[in-house]
């Protein structure tokens, strides 16, 4: 086990290197820049994404010889300027050296548009998505997993084929619809106001005790993990139940009961290590979406800012730094937790070994 965690380590660094390559060329290739929505705010032109500006960069100037869009009436010397504060004056080989090694430092420099480091944005936004995710994840799976098990122990009974029914409901509900349709009924909409449609905390959270800011950020944050755990548990549900029923099926389990265990110790002695192992698989993969991409529609609607949002925003106005540097986090967060889902595998079942061939 020491020499696969060894090596897995070792091939942290390498896949982040390939990450980064690769989203570097793409966006080399992407249309718009930060170059191009400074212009555009320049030109007066209200935009929200720099790939709207060439369809009206055209009324501007047919003839203008810059390689930006949108550049027509702007002075040389302003373009030079902002390709010198971005960055852009030095050739693309040179710019992919920089960042790797600033990066290799946990370096992620400024953003170009806020006047804060990209380290200290994630650090402001961090604490949302957090809350978020974890809260999330851990209540999905502590709902998922019993209701899964059940299930599949009482497969096509009636109270299979109701929960079925409403993990089916759950999964089908747009996770945006079902978040407006809490705010309208629980947070100030036409009905009830017991919710804040806002934030994390109260502004007066500093003038609250312990136990009064403990249940403001618990009265703050239970709408939007609500919409997050109703969004995200029906999969691992099935999956649950799916694992366990193929396990329940198999000839291992007829043999432990013709030796006379009970149904629990058969259970939660044998089939649930091995019906597990598939479902711990997705564990990382469902931290990562609910810490970030899951959470972003949530973030926006019940006016969290968080990590979603921020590379959302970033992606938007071309925000190359905060870009990377979200995508740079994202990337070495999933590549740990897919270790430790690796290595929770041989905590559930010794019979696995990583290093056999």
Not at 78 to 100: C, H, N, S, T, Y
Not at 147 to 169: C, N, R
Request: proline letters at 4%; one cysteine or more; charged letters at 15%.
């Amino acid at each position: 086990m020491r020499n696969y965690l060894i090596k897995r380590l070792l091939l942290i660094p390498i896949t982040l290197l390939g990450i980064l390559t690769l989203n570097f060329v793409i966006i080399q290739f992407a249309p718009g820049g930060p170059v191009e929505y400074v212009l555009a705010q320049y030109q007066g032109i209200n935009t929200d994404a720099t790939s709207s500006i060439s369809g009206k960069a055209s009324t501007l100037d047919n003839q203008n010889s810059s390689k930006y869009q949108g550049a027509s009436g702007v002075p040389d010397e302003l373009v030079k300027a902002l390709e010198k504060q971005f960055g852009f004056d030095k050739p693309a080989w040179v710019r992919f050296g920089i960042m790797v090694k600033n990066y290799a430092m946990f370096d992620f420099g400024k953003s170009f548009y806020q006047n804060k480091s990209v380290w200290q944005l994630i650090k402001e936004k961090m604490p949302v998505s957090i809350s978020l995710g974890l809260w999330s994840t851990l209540i999905i799976y502590l709902i998922a997993i019993p209701l899964g098990i059940k299930k599949a122990v009482q497969d096509g009974s009636k109270f299979d084929l109701f929960t079925s029914f409403l993990v089916v409901i759950g999964s089908a509900m747009p996770v945006f619809l079902l978040a407006v349709a809490l705010i309208v009924l629980f947070a100030g909409g036409n009905y009830l106001s017991w919710f804040p449609l806002h934030g994390l905390t109260s502004e007066n959270w500093e003038d609250l005790s312990i136990i009064g800011k403990v249940k403001d950020y618990f009265w703050h944050i239970t709408l939007p993990v609500i919409v997050m755990v109703i969004g995200g548990f029906a999969s691992l549900t099935m999956l649950t139940k799916n694992s366990f029923l193929d396990e329940i099926n198999k000839p291992y389990v007829l043999t432990a009961k013709a030796k006379g265990l009970s149904d629990n110790k058969v259970l939660y002695g044998h089939v649930f290590r091995n019906a597990m192992l598939l479902v711990i698989s997705g564990f990382p993969s469902l931290l990562i979406k609910m810490l970030f991409t899951g959470s972003l529609l949530i973030e926006v609607i019940f006016s969290l800012n968080g990590m979603g949002l921020l590379g959302y925003q970033s992606i938007m106005t071309r925000d190359y730094p905060v870009v990377f540097g979200t995508m740079y986090i994202f990337a070495l967060l999933g590549l740990v937790l897919k270790l430790v889902s690796d290595i929770t595998y041989c905590l559930i079942d010794p019979r696995i070994n990583f290093e056999a061939k």
